[in-house]
């Protein structure tokens, strides 16, 4: 038998498809991030099943025996907590495993917080890049900022409430003028989207906020030529050179000469 790969919902108990619900209930053994969180979907459909925990701290151990029992003939069912296993979930070892093994893998489409939040942001075309959980240490943090200031494209993210107030002050100091969205408990009662520029944003939730959080960044607005002199550049690099951080080098020079902040920072790298 296959192992099935269960997408469940991200808030919404009700939005999960017929298709999860009859394996769920078919399974002769449900693979759970959290068997409590798993059971209260369940329970609001009606449906009775054998769970087993499957998480970060024993997917180590329980990979074997999983594949063991798929190659036994079992029908196994893989869920997380929310959204679709193995996408910044537990289960990516088990998939890679039954593979390898040569047991079939079917994946049960669903909801995902990342399109979600990338619809609900109105920012993205055609093209994003997932980053997954952003960085818990500051400096790493800082890192990929300054690597997501030379990325033209939307970005979109997971972060804590915890940290969000300061990874949105380190990007407005950045990247004061890029769109962004804050997608907190997408789906569920007190959902929130909350749009504008970055440094808006940073002012919004200069508190910690409630609930689970998806970050989108937009692309870079290009519809009009910016152009940047060579005496604007060379100003900043002047005053860098004086030992003013490059942020606020910017922010004088940009206010002296009209050049567009982001265009004069890129620039000025």
Same mark, same amino acid.
Do not use: C, M
């Given at each position: 038998m296959p192992l099935a790969v269960c997408a469940t919902p991200i808030g919404n108990l009700e939005d999960v498809t017929l298709r999860v619900l009859r394996e769920l209930a078919e399974a002769d053994l449900v693979l759970c991030e959290d068997t409590r969180r798993t059971r209260i979907l369940l329970e609001r459909h009606g449906i009775v099943a054998r769970l087993q925990s499957y998480h970060r701290l024993n997917e180590a151990a329980r990979t074997t025996s999983a594949v063991e029992r798929l190659r036994r003939g079992e029908?196994?069912?893989?869920?997380? /907590?929310?959204? *679709? %296993?193995? +996408?910044?979930? %537990?289960?990516a070892r088990l998939i890679a495993a039954a593979v390898r093994a040569g047991v079939p893998v079917t994946v049960l489409p &669903?909801?995902?917080? !990342?399109?979600? $939040? !990338?619809?609900?942001? &109105?920012? @993205?075309g055609e093209r994003y890049q997932f980053l997954g959980y952003l960085p818990r240490r500051t400096a790493e943090r800082r890192a990929l900022v300054r690597? *997501?200031?030379?990325?033209?494209?939307? +970005? !979109?993210?997971?972060?804590?409430?915890?940290?969000?107030?300061?990874? *949105? $002050? @380190? *990007?407005?100091e950045e990247m004061p003028d890029r769109a962004g969205a804050v997608c907190r408990e997408l789906t569920k009662r007190f959902e929130q989207i909350e749009r504008g520029s970055l440094a808006e944003l940073a002012e919004r939730f200069s508190d910690v906020p409630r609930g689970e959080v998806t970050l989108v960044l937009g692309p870079v607005v290009e519809s009009v030529v910016e152009r940047v002199t060579d005496e604007a550049v060379a100003a900043v690099a002047e005053l860098v050179g004086a030992g003013l951080t490059r942020r606020r080098?910017? /922010?004088? !020079? $940009? &206010?002296l000469s009209g050049s567009p902040r982001n265009a004069l920072y890129k620039a000025s790298l």
């Open positions: 029908r196994l069912a893989l869920v997380s /907590d929310a959204g *679709l %296993p193995g +996408v910044n979930d %537990p289960g &669903g909801p995902s917080a !990342v399109e979600t $939040a !990338v619809v609900a942001s &109105g920012l @993205v690597e *997501l200031v030379q990325y033209p494209h939307a +970005v !979109v993210g997971f972060e804590s409430p915890r940290r969000l107030p300061s990874t *949105l $002050a @380190v *990007l407005a080098a910017v /922010d004088i !020079v $940009a &206010g």
